[in-house]
């Protein structure tokens, strides 16, 4: 549930396998994609449900002990979480030995993020949670191998602890009976922008765009960005697409964009915040972001060329295959995407002005003046 859809009963079993003096559990609350409140809705009204997926997640992997990693701007939660974890030891469930099949003691403490949204992807998380500045690492070992203080370590997202504890409540099969073959039970998305009914909404996977767009009360829908900045730009012409692992893959985050917005503008946007939270540890992100970010102020005031369109493209793709970690891989997603769902707005705005509007000494000049006028 926390983006990279990767089994949660497999990375249990590895990490479990895996040898080691202490078995860990992370919880992932670190929540920085752009779009996204889902894990902060679950933390603040249900923190019992997480505390309990915690439990059965530190008891597959055979864990004593737990961590939530939250994220610095939900400091506000931290009393509440706090407030949890003491019912539960009042309980009987943490910090001492619990009535299980085998013999398990578990707690679980919280460490605070300090508000890097590299900090969510899972190796990055693990640098900072050892009071080390929080970088992705080569993928030498996975976290369930080598992971928090070297030992084996599994990973977790808030939302697929809370459903790990509803799947034991509900069963497996009553999991299974919603969903579609590819991806059973129910997703919790956000969703923001031009609609009427913003919120967060359980969905049982498999569901479609326009579906959801009706619930939402989506309002003259121009396009919707599924996943955050560093998913994908749906058309709203693309109403019949499902929201499951089969077709359009969803981590979380659904805004909507009405026809009133600036695509071009939304794009820098999220352009810039790649820039901005670019750990800076590889050049293709460092300043592929960069590039790109300047080559759309080029499309943006009409200065652009063909050739710019296909450096975009260039750019993207090597993105996509040289970055170390997702930040950078998936930084340039929704614009290539942008450009081939929407190919006549980007051609357009090449050609509309053309190169014409020529070298603007004054704006190039701009800086410098103001540097001489402070000095003088
Ligand atoms: C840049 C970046 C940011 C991420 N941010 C988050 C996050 O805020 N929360 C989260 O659960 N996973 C985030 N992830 C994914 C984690 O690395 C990891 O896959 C996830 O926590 C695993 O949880 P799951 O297996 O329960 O889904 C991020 C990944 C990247 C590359
Ligand atoms: S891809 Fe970007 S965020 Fe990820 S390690 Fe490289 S520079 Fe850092």
Known sequence: MGGAFFPTADKWQICRNNPGEQHYLVCNADEGEPGTFKDRVLMNRLPELLIEGMLIGGYAIGAAEGIIYLRAEYRYLLPRLEAAIATYKQLGWLGQPTPAKEPFTFDIRIQMGAGAYVCGEETALLDSLMGKRGEPWPKVFFPVERGYLGQPTSVNNVETLCAAAR???????????????????????????????????????????????????????????????????????????????????????????????????????????????????????????????????????????PADLEEIRQWGQLLGVASRCGLGKASAHALINAMQKFPAYFQQRVRAKGREKGFDLDRALGDYREAVEQTS
């Open 167 to 305: 799947i034991i409540e509900l069963g497996a099969k009553a999991f299974r009976s919603l969903g579609t073959p590819g991806s059973p039970g129910t997703k919790l998305l956000s969703v923001a922008g031009d609609c009427k009914f913003p919120g967060i909404y359980e969905i049982e996977w498999g569901m479609t765009v326009g579906e959801l767009l009706g619930f939402c009360g989506a309002e003259d829908p121009y396009f919707i960005q599924v996943s955050g900045p560093s998913g994908i730009c749906v058309p709203a012409a693309e109403q019949s697409r499902c929201i499951c692992h089969e077709d359009l893959l969803c981590g979380g985050s659904v805004m909507v964009f009405n026809t009133q917005r600036d695509l071009l503008q939304v794009m820098i946007n999220f352009t810039e915040f790649f820039k901005t939270e670019s750990c800076g540890v590889c050049t293709p992100c460092r300043a592929g972001n960069f590039l790109l970010s300047r080559k759309l102020e080029l499309l943006k005031r009409g200065l652009a060329r």
